[in-house]
């Protein structure tokens, strides 16, 4: 491991620990239904990390950042998304305790859906990765230099993993009182409210 490697584990940490809407969405999924259920979003969100680092390596992102169309349909498939989880957020019936155990499949699937789609429609993890990665694992192309890119995805994919988890245990531990009717809802409220502001500053984003 060399130095450049380390640097770029500190940069992944506060990027990942850092607010936003991929941390909104842990913690309200862990408030809603459990730490269990929080996980499976936050899968999602590697994966999706995992696919967006994986169009920056292949030269796709570079085609998007390149291209002020592509980068504008990226940006406001992202924005559009995030108006759609404020909306459905904003209207969600605060969930019992104990209604994740029960949870269906689908339920599942779909958390790790919304984590993967709110990850990739970002356009902020792909110049991320774009200007991380080619410190990382230097120019493509070279054999000797897929393992690093291939470390270098699967870190961040491990931070993200440990810290979201993290995040899901203390709001899970909190749930008794965060899951309270009143406190639920006004919580509801405030998470669409930050997914709206989120929305709103991605508007600003420029190439």
Known sequence: ??????????M??????????GVLMTLDNAIAGGWRAAMHGV????????????????GIGLL?????????LLKYSGVSYLFYLAYK???RAPT???ASAAAPAD???????????????NPKSLLFFLSVLPQVAGA???????????????????????????????????????????????LSRLSALVFFAFGVTMLTLKL
């Open 1 to 10: 491991m060399n130095n450049t490697y380390w640097i770029f584990v500190v």
């Open 12 to 21: 992944v940490i506060f990027t990942v620990s850092s607010p936003g809407p």
């Open 43 to 58: 899968f999602g969100l590697a994966i999706g990390a995992a696919v967006m680092a994986g169009l920056s390596s292949a």
């Open 64 to 72: 998007i950042r390149s291209s002020p169309t592509l980068f504008m």
């Open 89 to 91: 957020t904003w209207h």
């Open 96 to 98: 019992p305790l104990g």
């Open 107 to 121: 339920s599942q699937r779909s958390r790790l859906v919304r984590g993967a789609l709110l990850q990739t429609s």
């Open 140 to 186: 493509a192309g070279s054999a000797q230099q897929q393992m690093p890119l291939v470390l270098a995805i699967a870190t961040y994919c491990l931070v993200l993993i440990v810290i979201h988890a993290l995040y899901a245990g203390l709001a899970a531990r909190a749930r008794n009182w965060l899951s309270q009717a009143r406190t639920a809802r006004a």
